[in-house]
């Protein structure tokens, strides 16, 4: 079985202050950070059992974790499974790169973030020469705010040339055709991130091909629907595993439409979808997103 896992453990704490984020310079106990490192260790060993399943893994922490010594230590153990196809994390890249030299690169990848604001431009761009010269799969992306158009124009140009640079439309946000017309040059995918998409009674890969995984073992289809499905660690959820539709109006967070079968987007980021990828180094939108009446 083919089987993706986005897993989420405890961690809330960031070393950012991003005005657009609930998390921003949130301080874990000590208590939290134990428990965050010791469910991680617990989902890492099941991950690491030997088993037929050719899993894909991509952390989504709340918090950032690649300044958290377990997580660096899990990416590069789990990186060497046969087992493993994929395994990445959403990053706003703080910490060194040297550590990845211990890692598989064929394996390990990145999903990047810049925060103007929150780190000098030629730190972080310098981190993604470092990944590029080490041979680490990664995106960058950019929330679409308008003082952010200039740095992220920068960053189009300065980044290495085979680097997908990705827009997320800021929650809340409407944007003018004209506003989305300059970030669409930045990112020709981003008309899907523009507008949330319709996803009610749509068939999604989400419980059946890809799940959610908290620290508990708790599994659900996606973070966004909380209906659970079983237990990771007593094998529960796998006798739900099954095509279904999804029960929400709508989906506005890639980490979930992007598994919508009603978009084109397993083809667009085939072989990078944890990563945020795209096959070809120059994107197109290979099709007109799908947005709710009225919106």
């Given at each position: 079985?083919?089987?993706?896992?986005?897993?989420?453990?405890?961690?809330?704490?960031?070393?950012?202050?991003?005005?657009?984020?609930?998390?921003?310079?949130?301080?874990?106990?000590?208590?939290?950070?134990?428990?965050?490192?010791?469910?991680?260790?617990?989902?890492?060993?099941?991950?690491?059992r030997p088993t037929e399943d050719r899993l894909s893994?991509?952390f989504t922490p709340w918090g950032e974790g690649l300044?958290?010594?377990?997580?660096?230590?899990?990416?590069?153990?789990?990186?060497?499974?046969?087992?493993?196809?994929?395994?990445?994390?959403?990053?706003?890249?703080?910490?060194?790169?040297?550590?990845?030299?211990?890692?598989?690169?064929?394996?390990?990848?990145?999903?990047?973030?810049?925060?103007?604001?929150?780190?000098?431009?030629?730190?972080?761009?310098?981190?993604?020469?470092?990944?590029?010269?080490?041979?680490?799969?990664?995106?960058?992306?950019?929330?679409?705010?308008?003082?952010?158009?200039?740095?992220?124009?920068?960053?189009?140009?300065?980044?290495?040339?085979?680097?997908?640079?990705?827009?997320?439309?800021?929650?809340?946000?409407?944007?003018?055709?004209?506003?989305?017309?300059?970030?669409?040059?930045?990112?020709?995918?981003?008309?899907?991130?523009?507008?949330?998409?319709?996803?009610?009674?749509?068939?999604?890969?989400?419980?059946?091909?890809?799940?959610?995984?908290?620290?508990?073992?708790?599994?659900?289809?996606?973070?966004?629907?909380?209906?659970?499905?079983?237990?990771?660690?007593?094998?529960?959820?796998?006798?739900?595993?099954?095509?279904?539709?999804?029960?929400?109006?709508?989906?506005?967070?890639?980490?979930?439409?992007?598994?919508?079968?009603?978009?084109?987007?397993?083809?667009?980021?085939?072989?990078?979808?944890?990563?945020?990828?795209?096959?070809?180094?120059?994107?197109?939108?290979?099709a007109p997103p799908v947005f709710p009446e009225g919106?």
């Open positions: 079985m083919d089987l993706t896992i986005l897993y989420r453990g405890p961690l809330a704490s960031c070393d950012y202050d991003c005005p657009y984020c609930p998390f921003a310079k949130r301080r874990d106990s000590p208590g939290r950070l134990r428990a965050d490192r010791a469910a991680l260790e617990r989902f890492t060993g099941w991950v690491s893994v991509l300044t958290r010594s377990w997580y660096r230590r899990a990416l590069t153990e789990l990186s060497h499974l046969p087992q493993l196809r994929r395994v990445a994390i959403q990053t706003n890249l703080s910490c060194r790169t040297g550590w990845l030299a211990d890692a598989d690169p064929r394996k390990l990848a990145l999903w990047c973030t810049y925060h103007p604001g929150q780190t000098p431009y030629d730190r972080f761009l310098t981190k993604t020469h470092e990944l590029a010269a080490l041979g680490i799969r990664f995106s960058v992306g950019v929330v679409g705010l308008a003082d952010h158009l200039e740095q992220a124009r920068r960053l189009r140009a300065e980044l290495p040339a085979h680097v997908y640079l990705w827009i997320n439309a800021a929650e809340g946000h409407t944007y003018t055709d004209e506003e989305a017309a300059r970030w669409t040059r930045l990112d020709p995918l981003f008309p899907y991130s523009r507008r949330p998409h319709r996803s009610a009674g749509l068939p999604c890969r989400t419980g059946e091909s890809v799940i959610s995984v908290d620290g508990t073992g708790t599994v659900r289809r996606c973070h966004f629907v909380p209906a659970e499905l079983g237990n990771l660690y007593d094998g529960s959820y796998r006798r739900a595993l099954a095509p279904r539709a999804c029960p929400l109006a709508v989906c506005d967070c890639h980490i979930g439409y992007v598994h919508l079968e009603t978009l084109p987007l397993y083809d667009v980021f085939a072989g990078g979808v944890l990563e945020r990828v795209p096959a070809a180094a120059r994107p197109v939108a290979v919106r």
